[in-house]
C-alpha cells in the first residue's frame, strides 16, 4: 500500500466487477462522513478522517481500500489507520473484531444491491420474453386471418370456376344453335340463288 506494509483486512466479494466493488465502497464509507479519494499510483482509495464509533472509539480514522481480483472473484482489502498504528487482530480492545463486522456489514449491502440488481434485470428479461411472446401470437393471429381470407378467395373462385363452366357449355350450345341457323340461312339463300337463275329467260315481245 502507499503507506508501505502493514496489517490489513482481507473480504472475499464473490463473483463481480472491481468496479462495481468500488463505486460500492466509495457510498459506504460515505455514511461515515469519509469522502474518498484515489491513489493512482497504487490504485488505492483512500477515505480521510472516517467516524467510525466501533473502531475508532470516538476519534476520526483514515481507512485505505483497494479492490483485487483473483481467481474469478474480488477481494475487498481494507487498511483502518488508528494514528499511531493499523488495526491488526492483535489490538487489546476487540476493534478487530468490530473492523470485521463493519465489513460484513458491507459485504451485505452490496450483495443485496446485487440480488436487486439481478432481480430488476430478470424482471426485464421476463417483460422483454412476454412482449415478444405477444408479438409472436400477434403474428399467428394474422397469418390465420390471411389463411381464412385465401380460403374466402379460393371459395369465390371455385364458384366463378363452376358458374364459368355453365356459361362455357351454354355459350357453346348457342354457339352450335348459331351454327345450324347460319348453316340454314346459308342453304335458303344458296336454294333462292338457284330459283332466281332458272326463271329468267329471253322472250320477244
Not at 46 to 75: H, Q
Not at 118 to 140: F, G, H, P, R, T
Amino acid at each position: 500500500m502507499s503507506k508501505g506494509v502493514n496489517n490489513a483486512l482481507v473480504i472475499e466479494l464473490g463473483d463481480m466487477s472491481t468496479k462495481t466493488v468500488i463505486k460500492e465502497w466509495k457510498r459506504f464509507i460515505k455514511d461515515f462522513d469519509a469522502k474518498t479519494k484515489r491513489n493512482r499510483k497504487f490504485d488505492e482509495y483512500f477515505a480521510d478522517n472516517a467516524d467510525i464509533p466501533t473502531i475508532g472509539s470516538g476519534y476520526t480514522i483514515d481507512v485505505y481500500a483497494r479492490a483485487e481480483e483473483a481467481s474469478g472473484k474480488v477481494n475487498l482489502i481494507v487498511w483502518f489507520d488508528l494514528g499511531e498504528e493499523f488495526l491488526s487482530s492483535k489490538d487489546p480492545h476487540g476493534r478487530f473484531e468490530k473492523a470485521k463486522d463493519f465489513l460484513y456489514k458491507f459485504y451485505h449491502r452490496l450483495h443485496s444491491l446485487k440480488l436487486k440488481d439481478d432481480l430488476e434485470a430478470e424482471e426485464k428479461k421476463a417483460k422483454k420474453l412476454d412482449a415478444e411472446l405477444k408479438k409472436l401470437v400477434s403474428k399467428n393471429e394474422r397469418y390465420h386471418k390471411k389463411i381464412e381470407s385465401a380460403k374466402e378467395v379460393i371459395r369465390i373462385n371455385e364458384k366463378n370456376i363452376e358458374e364459368n363452366e355453365i356459361a362455357q357449355k351454354e355459350q357453346k350450345k348457342s354457339i352450335e344453335e348459331e351454327a345450324k341457323t347460319l348453316a340454314e340461312k346459308k342453304k335458303i339463300m344458296e336454294d333462292w340463288e338457284r330459283k332466281s337463275t332458272r326463271e329468267v329467260t329471253e322472250e320477244k315481245k
